[in-house]
């Protein structure tokens, strides 16, 4: 048990479908991250939120959708997705930066029809 | 090329074997963390180092900063211990990790 949960831990959607991504933590860290994991790729940073404030967008498709209502709680909204976007996703969070020891979820294994 | 460059790719052991896994780096970094992610997908911080070994049970980690350089050991490995190693960086000039491709290690009994 690391502290951070997600849920779902599986979503199938179709392409015009609306889905959202939870993630929590209890360990009073001030940063979390979405990453996508796609097979045989390194894992990509989508967004950045340190103290509920969006610092890191790293030219993700409008089609994802964060949102950090509290320090403890990270949302990724789907919407219109495309096959490709088929992939793990992973929530983490981080005492203060990133380059500080992260705690991962377990990961949303979504598919994309 | 990635900055960050992992060997193996994928590494077959029996168990018992000793274990090693390279990562090297091609950027000035602050620390080099070692990660474990098991086939559920979940992802584990082994180590964070930035100097000099680090060692937790039967892993040890080093890390030559003037080579770029990190190496991840296990020592009398286990079944248990399969599943892909992630070395990542975090550079000095950004306040983001890079991530290797990782090494997908396989111990057999």
């Known amino acids: 048990e690391t502290g951070v949960t997600q849920t779902p831990r599986h979503l199938v959607m179709g392409m015009t479908n609306k889905k959202s991504l939870k993630c929590e933590q209890h360990?009073?860290?001030?940063?979390m991250y979405w990453y996508k994991q796609s097979a045989k790729k390194p894992l990509e940073l989508m967004f950045v939120?340190?103290?509920?404030?969006?610092?890191e967008n790293n030219s993700v498709p409008s089609r994802f959708s964060p949102e950090c209502p509290n320090s403890s709680h990270l949302f990724l909204h789907l919407h219109t997705l495309q096959p490709e976007d088929s992939a793990l996703y992973l929530c983490?969070?981080?005492?203060?930066?990133?380059?500080?020891?992260?705690?991962f979820g377990p990961g949303t294994r979504l598919t994309v029809l | 090329k990635n900055e960050v460059e992992q060997s193996p790719q994928n590494l077959t052991a029996q168990e018992g074997e000793f274990i090693t896994i390279n990562c090297s780096y091609s950027v000035g970094i602050s620390a080099l963390h070692w990660l474990q992610q098991h086939p559920g997908g979940g992802i584990v911080s082994l180590f964070m180092l930035s100097s000099g070994k680090k060692k937790h049970g039967r892993l040890i980690a080093t890390i030559n900063i003037q080579e770029k350089h990190s190496s991840l050991h296990i020592t009398a490995s286990h079944p248990r211990d399969s599943a892909v190693y992630i070395c990542?960086?975090?550079?000095?000039?950004?306040?983001?990790?890079?991530f290797g491709t990782g090494t997908r290690l396989q111990v057999f009994p």
């Open positions: 939120y340190s103290l509920e404030e969006r610092v």
């Open positions: 983490a969070s981080s005492l203060d930066r990133a380059t500080d020891t992260q705690y």
């Open positions: 990542a960086v975090g550079p000095y000039n950004t306040d983001k990790l890079i």
């Open positions: 360990l009073g860290h001030n940063a």
